[in-house]
């Protein structure tokens, strides 16, 4: 595995790998990998004939109050993990590279970025393409690889994608979980043992609202009610938004007929969690 | 010569080239061409073994009391003279395949687009940057050619494929003029003969300012007065701005040291017409 850290040389090595008819597969991300990370690069790693993996932690997709300087970081760690799963580049560009002086364009994906976590997170979707676009064009993958975790973050790419006439195809992959359910992420390692047992409360409103469309409950008003009623009445929590919505357009939805995506984020304590299910009515 | 419309189309033909290893080089345009569009597929012509040449009215960089409705259109007459010039493809998309319903992606370059047109055009360069960066998605080139005449658009363009690491080597051209030194301008044809006349007014004063600072005139405030006083002395001409700016930049320059540009945008009749003038102080 190679580490390639400035952008003009992953350029310069895509280039040359598309030069000789390779199939570049890539997964975008910031680190500290768990195994919905890896679950991607293996993804990636048989789709592709070559296998990049970014690791940038980017700041223009957190907020000024947000968890940018104490994001968890483990380069050693997740070289190794990168390693062990057929990585052939990781790609570690340094910010400076990334948003050098004098830096100023921005890609807004408009109407996708305002509800759900846009509304909590002013500026976050569009520091988000801007990035994704920016890897885009310094990989050049034939395939990106993304998580269904940022379910909207995969929603929003996928617009800037078919918007921008980007030559990527986009995929999304299943949430991974840990053994009880909660979703993996790397912020789950700011939880302590109680808010660790708190957290559940996300999966546990999540598979209720699934198994309650599953039985037929066609009204989302309904099913939020209890979907807001489990986290709320957990201990150290406190939701930020639940939302039926139209899985592409991410419109509230009033009555799911078929599928439809319920999102979640909440507070516990002070690590800001999100998760997702599909709802499927029969 | 081949004529493509449709952006997928232009996509697979483009990825084809570049599998044989073919150098793209791409002219976008509006159309209605001159001389000064086909100077740059000249040069387009030379530098690349496959030249595109585009033709779209971009309805996203045209304000909602601009002249999209009537800017001149002659494509019977633009095919001809594009097939002369050696042009391999015309990819002419159409605007509902552009931006079809639920298109909502936008690229923004912040400083570059605020002077200048900017002020005068709000949300022009906006609808620039998108444009470009999807044709440059669907054409894929490794060269594209921009003419000076639309200076601050070359600079945002640069700045743009720098900021988001797009692999297009960006040139701009110098301005073609009339025998009588009216810069070459599609909307031109506005004009009526005695607009035509007041119109040299732009040339008049640019060459002044570069003659005033090849002489050794170094404060730009003195030069933009002589400049306002010979388009305002014109009949018929309404200044809309005449400033000196940093050529990268493009803020103001109080004072020039080595180069500078000086840019003008007048309205003569009904016609805005912009031009700009390189100033050297030896």
Not at 46 to 61: C, K, M, Y
Request: glycine letters at 6%; a negative charge; one cysteine or more.
């Amino acid at each position: 595995m190679e580490i390639v850290s400035d952008p003009q040389d992953m350029q310069a090595v895509a280039l040359d790998w598309r030069k000789l008819g390779r199939r570049i597969a890539f997964v975008p991300t910031m680190g500290y990998f768990h195994d919905g990370h890896l679950s991607l690069m293996r993804y990636g790693r048989e789709q592709g004939d070559r296998l990049v993996v970014s690791l940038f932690v980017n700041p223009a997709q957190f907020g000024p109050h947000e968890d940018l300087d104490r994001y968890p970081r483990a380069l050693e760690r997740d070289r190794t993990l990168a390693q062990e799963t057929g990585v052939d580049v990781l790609y570690v560009p340094a910010t400076t590279d990334m948003y050098p002086p004098g830096y100023q364009t921005y890609v807004t994906v408009e109407e996708l970025s305002q509800p759900l976590c846009g509304a909590s997170r002013p500026g976050h979707f569009r520091g988000v393409a801007t990035v994704v676009l920016k890897l885009f064009n310094q990989v050049l993958p034939h395939l990106a690889v993304f998580g269904e975790k940022d379910y909207q973050q995969l929603v929003v790419i996928k617009r800037m994608v078919a918007d921008l006439n980007v030559p990527v195809e986009v995929v999304g992959r299943p949430i991974v979980r840990e053994a009880d359910g909660l979703a993996m992420s790397s912020r789950n390692t700011y939880l302590n043992p109680e808010e660790r047992r708190s957290a559940l409360c996300l999966i546990k409103a999540l598979t209720h609202a699934r198994d309650r469309a599953a039985a037929g409950e066609t009204e989302a008003n309904r099913i939020l009610a209890e979907v807001k009623q489990i986290i709320t009445a957990t201990p150290l929590t406190r939701l930020d938004y639940a939302m039926v919505v139209d899985p592409d357009t991410l419109q509230a939805v009033e009555t799911i007929r078929g599928a439809a995506r319920l999102a979640v984020a909440a507070w516990v304590g002070g690590t800001r969690l999100i998760d997702n299910m599909l709802l499927e009515v029969n």
